[in-house]
């Protein structure tokens, strides 16, 4: 059972970067899928987060109007695009999994995987 995240590097502020959370050994679909990130010397912070079954999205304020959480069933993977780019966004981006959560509240994801870095540089 594996859970990767993935997409991460250097982009200028304003790009846009869209990482991966691919899952090998069950199937993504029948879970709620986070994302988080965490910056130096900060603690984790929710994103955004795709329900089960339903597909039905949240994000936070510092996810809202800037980032998309998709899921593509077929390739077992859930996306995060991010467009406008800040310096402040710089953080490691993870991806993690629930049973039961609604929100992208950390406590309530069972399962995380590595994370990746995003560097935005002004």
């Known amino acids: 059972v594996q859970l990767q995240a993935s997409g991460g590097g250097l982009v200028q502020a304003g790009g846009s970067l869209r990482l991966s959370c691919d899952a090998s050994?069950?199937?993504?679909?029948?879970?709620?899928i986070g994302w988080f990130r965490q910056a130096p010397g900060k603690e984790r912070e929710g994103l955004s987060l795709i329900t089960k079954n339903s597909g039905g999205t949240y994000y936070t304020e510092s996810a809202k109007g800037r980032f998309t959480i998709s899921r593509d069933g077929a390739k077992n993977t859930v996306y995060l695009q991010m467009r406008n780019l800040k310096p402040e966004d710089t953080a490691i981006y993870y991806c993690?999994?629930?049973?039961?959560?609604?929100?992208?509240?950390?406590?309530?994801?069972?399962?995380w995987g590595p994370g990746t870095l995003v560097t935005v540089s002004s």
């Open positions: 993690a999994t629930s049973n039961r959560a609604v929100l992208p509240i950390a406590d309530e994801f069972d399962y």
């Open positions: 050994g069950f199937t993504l679909d029948y879970l709620s």
